[in-house]
């Protein structure tokens, strides 16, 4: 069983590990963006950058894909490791406490200059909220964005009544 209050790295890393809310407070403040609404006006809180993360557990020179994990709503997107490597950002902090499931927490992957929905691999799908484990691998992994509109816009809706 996977703990949604553990954020797991592993895959094709040295050192696999667990973050809790506590690990990531206390990472290097220059693994940390504190109040990300400086760059992105909408979004509120604090976040851990992916590239901190990843230089923590040590990436495997292997590794191409990343995946995010979201075992509570079972979402899960797959994108090249290249593309967001350096502005990835997990956010998991707001007003000084875990991210609330209503902004996506405990952890909520983020890309600051996403593209629109389901117009490209990094888009705002990509945006998973509830992230449990980030998974490093050769190959591209699990992705269960939906792919046609119908589908998409009906995910959208449920999205709003939740
Ligand atoms: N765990 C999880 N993350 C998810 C989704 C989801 O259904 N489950 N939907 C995605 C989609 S399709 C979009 S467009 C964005 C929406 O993020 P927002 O609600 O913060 O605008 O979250 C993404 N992250
Ligand atoms: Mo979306």
New binding site residues.
Partial sequence: MSDMNLLVIDGEVSRPTSFSFDDLSKLDPARLVIDISRFVPK?AGDAATLAGLLESVGVKPEARYLTLH?S????H?SIPLDAVRDKGLVLFRANGAPLPAS??GPF??FIPDHAA??VAEI?????????DRIELSRERGFDN??TEDAE?EA??A???NS
């Fill in positions: 979004r979201s509570s709503d079972n979402f997107a902004a996506g909520r992957f929905c389901h888009d705002e799908c990509a945006n998973v909220k509830f992230v964005r939906p998409h995910l959208h449920r999205q709003a």
